[in-house]
Structure formats: C-alpha cells, structure tokens
C-alpha cells in the first residue's frame, strides 16, 4: 500500500529534477518479504514501528520482544536485536532486559491474546511498576496464527472458531478493555488506541509509536500503543471488508482515543 | 567477611552468588526460602547497577530471569516447590535458548500447597524435565554450608560454560542451618568475558535473535542434537559425589542432601556397633554419578536409598545397579525429618539379614520395601 507520507511527498516535488528516493525500506526492516496474509495489520504496523525506531536514531540500542501470535516471526523482519518472549510472558521478558540495560530501549510487540490474556497480569504490573518500555499491542479480536479461536478482546456477538454462536457476555466474557485497566494503573503514562485502516489512522499510530518510544528514552514510564488491526483471514472477509469492520463495527467497543497521557 | 563465618544456608547462598559475580535476582515470596531474596534485596540495594525485583508471580520472575540472561548478566531465581513448578514453563524456554541462569529450590513437602517442612519430593521435576519438551537441567545437591557456597560459584560458572540452567536443590532445613562457611574470593563481573549472544542493542554489529521456536523441523531436530551433544560433555565433565566408608562396607546407605547427613549420622552409629555400612552421596543430580556406583555395587551386597520422599531418587539408583545388588528404599516424605537414629535402626536392620534371605521386611509405620533384586 502506497503511503502519502508527507515529508516523502514534499521532497519529491522539490526535487524533481533530480529522481529522489521517496519511499523505501526503513534501515530497521530486513529485506525479507512478510509472510503475513494479504490485507494483514502486522504488516503495516512492523513498517510504522521500524520507520520510527529509523526516525528517533535508536536502531542500535533497541531490543525487540516479539510474541507467540502470527508476529513470532517478527525477527525475520525487524534489523534490531530481537528476543521471543513465550506466550504472554513479554512484559516479564522485557523488564528483566531493561533492569539490567537501562540505557537501551525495549519494546513489546503482542497480540492481544498475548497481552490480555495469558499475559494480563505481566502486563498490568509491569504497567503499575511503570517499567520503562513501549508495548506494541495488535488488537485483531481473534487469535490469529491459532486459527481464529476467541479472544478476550472479541466484541459481544462476534463469530469465532470457539464462539459460534457469537460471543455471548455472561457465558464467554465481555470484551476485555485491557488498555483502560492499563491506565488506572499509576505507573503508565501515555496509553493511546489508533486503527491502521485509513492513512489518517496510519499517519495517527505513526505518531503514537513515535510517542510511546519518547516516552521510554525520557525514561518517565510504562507506554502502550493499541493498534485495531484487520484479520481478513480469520474474520472470514475480503480485505476491504475487513477495513470496514474495524471502522464501522470494532470502534464500537474499542473507541479510538488517548486513554492517558501524563506524559 | 574474610576467614570463616557463621550464616543459614540460605544467606550462605546468597553472598556466594553476588561473590559469583551475580548482578540480577527475580522472585516471588515462598517460605522456607525467604531469607535469600531479602539478603539479596538487601545487599544489591547498596550495590550499584545490581537489580532486585519482586516479581509478580514465578511465571513473571523466571521470564525476567530470561530477559536479564539475554541481556549478559549473571542472573539467579530461587523459590520453593509449589513456585517452581510455576518456573517450570521458562526453565523449558532458557534450555531451548541456550541460556545461562541459577534457579534454586529449597524444597518443601508436596504435593499440592503440601507444608513448608524440608523434603525432597521435587527430584523427578529437578532431574527428569520438570518442563516440556527434550532438555535437561544440572542440578547440583549441597548438603552442607560450605558446599552451598561452592556448588553456589560452580552453578553460575557451569551456567555460563554450558549456556545452560543450572539448580540448586536443596531443601528447608538446609536454609535455616547455620555453619561456618569460607567463601571464596569475590569476581567482578566487569572481568568476565563477552557473551556473543547478548542482546544490547546491535551497535557495530549485525542484529542477533533469540529464539526457541523452529517451525522447520529439521531445525529443531538438529537444536535438539545439539543440546543432547552439550549434555553428553557435561555428563563426562561434571558428575560428582562423596563416597564414605565404602571400602569394608557390604551395606551402602545412598541418599543425598540433608537426607544424606542424616544417613551419616546413621552410619556412624551402625559402624559403632560393628557393622560395615558406609555412605554413597551424589552431588550433583543430573548428571547422576551412574559410574561410581556402578562400580560401588560390583563389591556390595545391599543399597539402602533413604530419600524425605516417596522414592524417586532411587530409580536412578536402580539403574546404576542394574541388578548388582539388592536394592531398598526408606522413605519419609511430606516433610518428616528421620533420625539418625531411624536410620542407624533400618541399615542395621538390612545389615543383619544380609545372610537371612535377600530384601528386608517392612519397619512397623514406614514404607520399607525391597524394590529391585538380583
Ligand atoms: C503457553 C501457550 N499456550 C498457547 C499457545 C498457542 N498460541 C500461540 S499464539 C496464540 C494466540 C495468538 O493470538 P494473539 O495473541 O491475539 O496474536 P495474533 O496471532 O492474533 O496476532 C496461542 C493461543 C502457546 N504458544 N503457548
Ligand atoms: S491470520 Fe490474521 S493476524 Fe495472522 S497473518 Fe493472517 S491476517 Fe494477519
Ligand atoms: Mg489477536
């Protein structure tokens, strides 16, 4: 997907006698195609993480934890040092990294079954320790690379390979909002939700990576970036219908806000 | 703290890891170990740079482990029974990584929330996997003070050797025990050399991964070769044991840790009232010492394994014996603790029906039993 990125754009027409480079792989991607299913969210949001790891200069002082979820593989991609984190267990990963390189900067990156699920309580303390690293949390509403099963953050009515009836609320769980519980925690400090369905949306969640990142290098506390990503796949959908449904139906239950920002 | 001090075995333990070179420790409160995370919360608080976190959970404090070994540093968990079931999870992960740490278990009765009375109910899980998947861990068994502080200095050096977990079993009763103890000289960690794992960040060089998952199978058959290649040396170079009036001896009491000083002492007053038995102690777990008593068992006529357990332990007995010689188990799990006297009773039980028949009768209220014969 061709991107209008702004500066990109500009430069271009500046310079148009000379032919200029105005889209092109960030240093902190590997030149590996992504193995993610066409109309994938993981795809565009490795792309917005590496252009900002590019951007603020940190490439070689970054450690990346990437899940167990359709992003394990996260570290074909991304050129920063990469450690996989089993299932859920991130957040405990990247503190013990960070503790011992304060200098350096840690990120997660987590689905949501990763982050709300098995892991809600690494991810809430690390959140209430105000640990000073950037969750990337990739809220699809299923359980992607399992093959689509339901996930904490699967809306009410929604149909999955272990809900096929739809979710049903006091049998299945409501939708976990696991982003606010993440705010009342004291040690977070910038929690935002950002959809990558609109290039508006990606330009905002461009913004909110770069924040959360800034974030941990001023060293003030616990960031979280919530991403609506489609799952064409699982969801059963063409990738513009699935586009559609994050904007039309999953901003129901996840609204996209700040959540808190004490930055 | 130079010459020879006084300390429980738990603090004993934790002076020996920070003189290890031990810069990172991450648990969760359970007794009867307590006493070791608040000497090292303690002590890295006037250290600069050492991190001391109480976890969450053991499932949140062995990951941390994990993240502070990928990060360089020398790192250690410890916990007891019901915690270190919950680690088991990231133990599989630091096998599967290759990466170093120091995980102790001061056993306590089991199963289940059990009691905080001293056992050794935990060897299968310590020695046979514990986790998932084909891995081993070394397990190395103290049973007095100033092996604590030894095996404590052999458990991080051998973790960093072999890019392996490494645990140190031991049991409540030892933790609590004070004995005077001469620690060796403190490491700096800034002297240890670079580990090319290491993830800081991936200035002047490529970027690294690390990772267990091997989608491809040929992958993860060929990591499991490699691990059981590395096995197989440190099966050669580390196993280690104490063998004590054996070279008379025609009954051998083998048990290890506390359960092993109270075989001793068992020992002791069975030799003084003439009978030949003497003391078989493995030091490490895994690797087991099969070989020595292997050749212990050529020249005996009965084993009598004594564990604070149902009897686990004693199937590896079993297997260095092959046959050899009789075999039996005493056991007092839940977290009785036997006497000396107990023992000195059982052995000399075993000793005098040496010509009456082979095995032993069950001693009223204990389980007893024959569990192997030639
Ligand atoms: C302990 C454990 N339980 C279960 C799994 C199987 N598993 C792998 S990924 C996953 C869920 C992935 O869903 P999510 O975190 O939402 O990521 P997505 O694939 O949707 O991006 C599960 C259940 C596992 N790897 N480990
Ligand atoms: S299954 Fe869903 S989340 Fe996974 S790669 Fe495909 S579209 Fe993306
Ligand atoms: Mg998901």
Known sequence: MPFPYRTGFTQFLRGASKVKKVFTRPMSLKDTPFHYCPGCGHSIIHRLVAEVIDELGIREKTIGVPPAGCAVLAYNYFDVDMAEAPHGRAAAVATGIKRVLPDKLVFTYQGDGDIAAIGTAETIHAANRGERITAVFVNNAVYGMTGGQMAPTTITGQVTTTSPGGRVPLRDGYPLDLSEMLGIAAGSVYIERTSVTTPKGIMKTRKALKKAFMVQMEDKGFALVEILSPCPTNWKMSPAQAVRWVDEVMTKTFPLKVIKDVA | ??????????????????????????????????????????????????????????????????????????????????????????????????????????????????????????????????????????????????????????????????????????????????????????????????????????????????????????????????????????????????????????????????????????????????????????????????????????????????????????????????GRCDVSFYGRPGGVVATPEEIARVLSGVYRRLDHGRGAAAESGHTFRSVGSA
């Not at chain 2, 991964?209 to 992958?219: A, G």
């Not at chain 2, 030091?283 to 070989?291: H, Q, R, V």
């Open chain 2, 1 to 322: 703290m130079a010459g020879k001090v006084l300390m429980r075995g738990t603090h004993v333990l934790g002076e020996a890891a920070i003189r290890a070179g031990c810069r990172a420790y991450f648990g969760y409160p359970i007794t009867p170990q307590n006493e070791l995370p608040e000497y090292m919360a303690a002590a890295f608080a006037k250290m600069e740079g050492a991190v001391f976190l109480q976890a969450e959970s053991e499932l949140a404090s062995i990951n941390m482990v994990m993240g502070a070994s990928i990060a360089g540093a020398r790192v250690m968990t410890s916990s007891s029974s019901p915690g270190i079931s919950l680690k088991q999870e990231g133990i599989s992960y630091l096998a599967a990584m290759e990466l170093p740490a120091v995980i102790v278990n001061m056993m306590r009765g089991g199963p289940g929330l059990g009691n905080i009375a001293p056992s050794q109910g935990d060897y299968f899980q310590a020695t046979k996997g514990g986790g998932h998947g084909d891995y081993r861990v070394i397990v190395l068994a103290p049973a007095y003070g100033q092996e604590i502080a030894d095996m404590t200095r052999a458990a991080f050096d051998m973790a960093d050797k072999y890019r392996t977990p490494v645990m140190i079993l031991g049991d409540g009763m030892m933790g609590q025990m004070m004995e005077p103890v001469v620690f060796p000289e403190p490491l700096d960690p800034a002297s240890f050399p670079k580990k090319d794992f290491v993830l800081d960040g991936c200035q002047g060089r490529p970027s690294r991964i690390v990772r267990s998952l091997w989608l491809d199978t040929n992958l993860e058959e060929e990591l499991n070769w490699r691990l059981v290649r590395k096995y197989e040396i440190i099966t050669e170079e580390i196993p280690d044991e104490e063998i004590y009036l054996a070279d008379d001896a025609e009954v051998i009491v083998v048990a290890y840790g506390t359960a092993a000083r109270i075989a001793k002492g068992g020992v002791h007053r069975a030799r003084e009232a003439g009978q030949k038995i003497g003391l078989f102690r493995p030091k490490t777990l895994w690797p087991f010492p099969y070989e020595p008593l292997k050749r212990l068992s050529r020249k005996i006529r009965h084993m009598v394994v004594f564990e604070m357990s149902t009897g686990q332990m004693v199937e590896d007995v079993r297997l260095a014996v092959e």
